[in-house]
């Protein structure tokens, strides 16, 4: 394809239209903020492989699916000329298509060589490894309880992966009704983004019926769920409110909200945009609490403070649970001719 120029407008943070007040209340207002959070290694990655694919071969490239679950991320793609897909029949044969961070089954893989796409894989190498888990303990016939949600993008690649061998455990109640065939090869996994807490429950009750049950060989949740988690639980203990920023598709968000509710915030809401807070949540409210998940880039907690901060949530204390310093290499077709870097660390 020949690479065509785009010039269409870069998507703006919306702007709230009046400031959130200043309403006094007993004592000194702040600000606890979650580290990490925001970006992670395989968000960071897949972000980068659609611009640098973007550089390289010119307007459009496709994605199938949201690169990653972010609103923001994706409509600053589409206006640097990204087309978003739902499936790979939707792109103009021969094309550029990148595999969103989340995954794909082989059955995906397969339909994008069947119409002679250019496939780039972003898959986070953190599903890839659950990937290749699946694909050894179905080879070995084991029974696959994979615990995750239905429909998720990243269960569908996973569960695509070893289909006669998977089945699907959405949560703790389903652990105590899933059947099985043979309880003395039974593996579980897991979907990355879960909530560690929920997903030991579901773990424990699935034990207390199958004794034999296999352990994953390494955490399949992974690391930038678990901190975010580990910081969010820490901030909550002192929050009367914690704002999470972060898409409603977005797995890993929607359980730190889940999560700074059970651990001491008095409430919780996630936003895509700072301009959804709304000034009645900030009512008798001292401390707040904020934090991101894994896909959303950090200009938008950045303007959150700053709506918080003529609010009188001026003062700012870092709640820092964890350092982080990992990053991927990108997929193997864009490797060499940009370095990696300047989109910040996966805090
Ligand atoms: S949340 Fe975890 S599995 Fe998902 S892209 Fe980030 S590092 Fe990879």
């Not at 699946?134 to 994979?146: E, G, K």
Request: proline letters at 6%; one cysteine or more; hydrophobic letters at 40%.
């Amino acid at each position: 394809m020949s690479a065509t120029a785009v010039s269409l407008p870069v998507p703006r943070i919306p702007v709230r239209r009046e400031p959130l007040r200043d309403v006094p209340v007993s004592g000194d207002k702040k600000v606890l903020l979650a580290a990490p959070r925001g970006y992670c290694a395989g968000v960071d990655r897949a972000v980068i492989t659609v611009e640098k694919a973007l550089d390289r071969y010119g307007a459009p490239v496709y994605v199938r699916k949201q690169i990653v679950h972010n609103i923001h991320v994706v409509r600053e793609l589409e206006a640097k000329g990204a087309i978003f897909v739902e499936e790979v029949d939707e792109v103009p044969e021969g094309a550029h298509v990148v595999f969103s961070a989340h995954g794909v089954s082989p059955m995906v893989v397969d339909s994008a060589a069947e119409r002679g796409l250019q496939a780039i894989d972003a898959t986070c190498p953190l599903v890839t490894k659950v990937h290749r888990e699946a694909v050894r303990f179905a080879r070995d016939d084991f029974q696959i309880l994979l615990v995750g949600h239905e429909g998720h993008e990243e269960v569908e690649g996973t569960a695509g992966e070893a289909p006669d061998n998977v089945t699907v455990v959405n949560n703790p109640e389903e652990a105590d009704t899933v059947e099985v065939d043979d309880p003395s090869k039974l593996v579980w996994l897991s979907q990355t983004t879960l909530s560690v807490d929920e997903t030991m429950e579901t773990v424990d009750r699935l034990r207390a019926r199958f004794p034999e049950l296999q352990d994953p060989p390494s955490d399949d949740i992974c690391y930038a769920t678990q901190n975010r988690q580990v910081a969010i639980k820490k901030v909550a203990e002192g929050a009367d409110l914690v704002i999470v920023v972060g898409s409603a598709n977005s797995s890993n968000s929607v359980r730190l909200v889940e999560v700074a509710l059970q651990y001491g915030a008095k409430a919780a809401y996630r936003i895509d945009y700072p301009d959804e807070v709304r000034q009645e949540w900030l009512e008798g409210v001292r401390t707040v609490g904020i934090t991101s998940g894994a896909s959303v880039p950090d200009v938008l907690v950045q303007q959150l403070m700053r709506e918080l901060a003529q609010a009188g949530y001026a003062e700012v204390e870092e709640v820092r649970t964890a350092e982080e310093d990992l990053m991927f290499s990108l997929p193997k077709e864009l490797r060499g001719d940009r370095p990696r870097g300047g989109r910040g660390s996966a805090s």
